[in-house]
């Protein structure tokens, strides 16, 4: 069997349809565009949101908030769960550089967020730019501490045994 024994199914091959080629073919003349206007020329038409010369509705409406400059784009945010933590060995500071060099994370510079999601079997020192409220508690109670890294130009928030903000 090869493709030219397959049958041809009725209705799969619609021929296109040639205009302007004469009043015979029934699609001469002007070429199923009507007479004169607008859409019966060639290059013509209207641009996407055109309503015929009124306001379009895209300026009726009011503009809400605001989009912020190329420059001042906040960097991409980058979730990494506990449990993903536990591939560092013991004693190890994890940081955004050494999560992207182990393939945790694939850009070191973006914000890097930890979740509580899974258990932590490691002591590790880990520095990320934000933590959840479980994932603390999970790094806490498995012996190792948290550093935050600031967002701005702010210190090194560091947290042990003692609270964390």
Known sequence: MDIASLPRVPGAFKRRKRVGRGIGSGHGKTSTRGQKGQRARTGSGKRPGFEGGRTPLIRQ???????????????????????????FPDGTRVTPQALEESGVIKDASAWVKLLGEGTLSKRLTIAVHKSSESAKAKVVGAGGSLELIPLGNQEIKQSGDQGIR
């Open 61 to 87: 409406i009011p503009k809400r908030g605001f989009r912020r400059k190329a420059t001042g784009r906040e960097p991409v945010r980058i979730h990494v769960n506990v449990e993903q933590l536990n591939r």
